[in-house]
């Protein structure tokens, strides 16, 4: 074999391996970011019924309070309504 063959070969082998590093580093980069994914997608759940379970809970506090006090409630209702209005109503 020649000079410049081995050369050729040599180069050839560099490749080789240049595109196999290449292909594993993508591999580890792309199996990394799926488990960031699923991190993230299992906090974004718990998130998710953690304020649905709040969320339960003010509307339960707020039914509560409406049953005890009805009166006091419609007015609070109607004076912020009217406040609301005339916020509305000067732009």
Do not use: C, F, W
């Not at 974004?44 to 339960?56: F, I, P, S, V, W």
């Amino acid at each position: 074999m020649s000079n410049q063959e081995s050369i050729g070969v040599s180069q050839s082998t560099h490749a080789t391996s240049a595109a196999e590093s290449a292909r594993l580093s993508y591999l580890h980069a792309r199996d990394a970011a799926q488990q960031v994914v699923g991190q993230v997608r299992n906090r974004a759940t718990d998130y998710l019924e953690q304020g649905k379970a709040k969320a339960a809970d003010v509307r339960v506090k707020v039914q509560d309070t409406v049953r005890e006090h009805p009166i006091k409630t419609i007015l609070i209702a109607a004076g912020a309504g009217v406040l609301l209005g005339m916020l509305l109503r000067r732009r």
